[in-house]
């Protein structure tokens, strides 16, 4: 898998054309292929993609979702750019529409590409689901930050080491408040953002005390799934929110 993702999508629905025997997978087992490159995928985000009409698996008689190589590859698609270049849906849809078409887009991300790590297989079990080290000088070069900004997140909070070592979260965050710099927004602009997010905590917190009272592993992974559905569904909240305000900028 060393082309674009785009390239590569492509292919694979070609070739998902051809006669033959088609694999096809339930949700468990799309997230066992997925959740090694993409470790905060869950099945409540797949099944939002199906809403949006990123996917379109086939369903049993009974109503089970069964999904084929080139759903998986869709998915992959959409997971890297969200992932890695923080696209909204509505301009990942436009790239699965041309490639619907039998289109590959000419105008994705430099660099896009959803090529699996080239390891062996005892080093790929090893990896799997290990969070990544940062030192200073590594996330800025992912995030593309300059000294004074990211030393501007760390003192408004928005980033912090753990550890001694940044996370992955602290990359998202840090690439996300570049991003918004280039548009003016300072980090000491975006203090409300990390105010709402230990607000919005806090609700996840209480919706799965419940479960997270129990001392057995089963329910802690219950907790932990059902806080990220509804951490999903708090942003999907915001989200709306925040673009029925815009939308009411283009209403004369």
């Known amino acids: ?55 379109t698996p086939q369903r049993t008689p009974a109503g089970y979702r069964q999904f084929r190589e080139s759903d998986v590859e869709r998915l992959r698609f959409v997971l890297a750019l969200q992932r890695d270049h923080y696209l909204p849906l509505k301009v990942i849809r436009e790239y699965l529409d041309a490639i619907d078409q039998g289109e590959a887009p000419s105008n994705l991300p430099p660099g896009v590409s959803i090529a699996p790590r080239m390891v062996s297989d005892d080093l790929a079990v090893e990896l799997k689901g290990r969070p990544r080290r940062l030192n200073t000088e590594q996330l800025r070069a992912e995030c593309g930050a300059s000294a004074e900004l990211l030393e501007a997140m760390v003192s408004f909070g928005l980033v912090e080491m753990r550890g001694g070592c940044f996370d992955d979260h602290a990359l998202r965050v840090a690439k996300a408040c570049t991003d918004l710099a280039a548009h003016g927004l300072e980090p000491r602009h975006l203090r409300p953002f990390q105010a709402a997010a230990d607000r919005e905590f806090g609700l996840v917190e209480r919706a799965v005390a419940p479960l997270s009272s129990r001392r057995d592993s089963t329910s802690a992974a219950r907790a932990a799934e059902a806080a990220r559905e509804i951490a999903e569904l708090c942003l999907s909240l915001h989200s709306a929110l925040v673009q029925s305000k815009i939308s009411s900028m283009e209403t004369p």
């Open 1 to 55: 898998m060393n082309q674009s993702a785009g390239r590569r999508l492509v292919d694979v629905q070609s070739s998902s054309r051809r006669p033959g025997p088609v694999a096809v997978f339930n949700i468990g087992e799309v997230l066992a292929q997925l959740t090694g490159d993409y470790p905060s995928v869950t099945a409540s985000k797949i099944r939002f993609y199906e809403e949006k009409g990123l996917i």
